[in-house]
Each structure stands twice: as C-alpha cells, then as structure tokens.
C-alpha cells in the first residue's frame, strides 16, 4: 500500500490535474490505510506540494489540482467511479472486492484509461476461492510478463537491501514505521500453527 501511494503521488505531482482512482474491497479501510500513508508521504513536505483530503470529493487533492480518489466495492460505491478519465487506477487487495473484478476492471475503469493511456494496477494477497478473477488475470499477467510476485522473505531481503544502502550513505532509514525485520518475520510464523507450512500462513506471506 505504501508504494502504490507512492506511486500515485509521484503521477500527481508529475502532471496537473491527473486523477488516479486508489481501491480497496471497503473504501472505508481504503480512506484509513491511505490517510496514515499519506501523513507519513508528506509529513514533512512544503505546502507548494502537499494534498489536502477533500470529504466532499473523497479524495487527496493537491496543490496543482491532481487527485487521489479513494474508493471501495462495498455498497455499489464502485459505480461512482465512472465518467473521470485516469491516469492511473489501482486496485489494492483485488482478490478480496465485494463485485466481479472483471465487471469493475472491464466494465468501469478500462473505459476512464483510454484516452490517458493510464495504467491500471491491480495487488492483493491469495484470493480464498481457487477460480477467483484475480488468478486469471494474475497468471496472463505473468505471460506478458507484466506481473510482479513477492513473498514475505523478498520483502524481507528488500527492506534490508535498501537499509544497507542508506547506512553506507550514513543516511536513516525513511520509512521505520513500513520496516520489516527479521524478528517480525519469527513473530508472524509463530503465530499460525505449523508456520509456514499453515495454509493461511501460504495465503498471505507466500
């Protein structure tokens, strides 16, 4: 979550009056997972550059007039998703939205990317139901090689790649609040019965 949020500001302070459209299967949780993000993103940013979240408008607007739109698939509210054009469209656990994926990929927001060109980015954690629309499209992803796979122990050697280059700059790490240890990593395969032979355990992590 913290990158796509990196990601969608970058376009927003890239281009003037972009919108991106950010989801998750509950917009409720979307607005509290990215509202702690952004904080963090922009904490110590200039005014000139740092968005505002809009109630009215659901979304972090910037200085500039870009948007990040919050949006969930609970209760219809995907439906208001149409009409904008977007620069980019972001599904965050996509295995998990209360609508037919394909119905919201295909039927709402690949009609917002045409003219922009915008890309839509789809990530989530292993859908419970084996024939779930997320898998299809994850594995022709992976044909076009399109797909990026990450387990719990890549993020793991990722956080420690990166922490090693800032040290050898003498530089802090950023991000302490979104660093895995190793430690954490023990504490959450204990916590599942059989470790990481758990199936929920693979669900999740692996």
Known sequence: SYNFAL??????????RAVVAY????????????????????????????????????????????????????????EKLRGPQYDMCI??????????LEYLLTGILVP?????????????TTPAEPDHDFLEYLK??????????KTIFDVLADCEETKAEYALKGEPFPN?????????????????PGGVKNENFMREYL
């Open 7 to 16: 990601m969608a500001s970058q376009i927003c302070l890239k281009k003037k």
């Open 112 to 124: 917002g990317t045409l003219l922009t060109r915008g890309k839509i980015v789809l990530s989530s």
């Open 91 to 100: 599904i965050d656990e996509a295995g998990f939205v209360e609508c037919p």
């Open 23 to 78: 989801l998750q299967p509950v917009k409720a949780s979307c607005r509290a997972t990215l509202e702690n993000i952004m904080y963090e993103i922009f904490d110590n940013a200039p005014p000139s550059v740092k968005p505002r979240y809009n109630n009215q408008k659901s979304a972090w607007v910037f200085p500039n007039g870009s948007e990040i739109r919050v949006g969930g698939t609970d209760k219809g509210i995907h």
């Open 140 to 149: 022709a992803c992976h044909s076009r090689n399109a797909a990026l796979t």
């Open 176 to 192: 302490e609040s979104y660093n895995l240890t190793s430690e954490m990593v023990g504490d959450i395969i204990k916590a599942y």
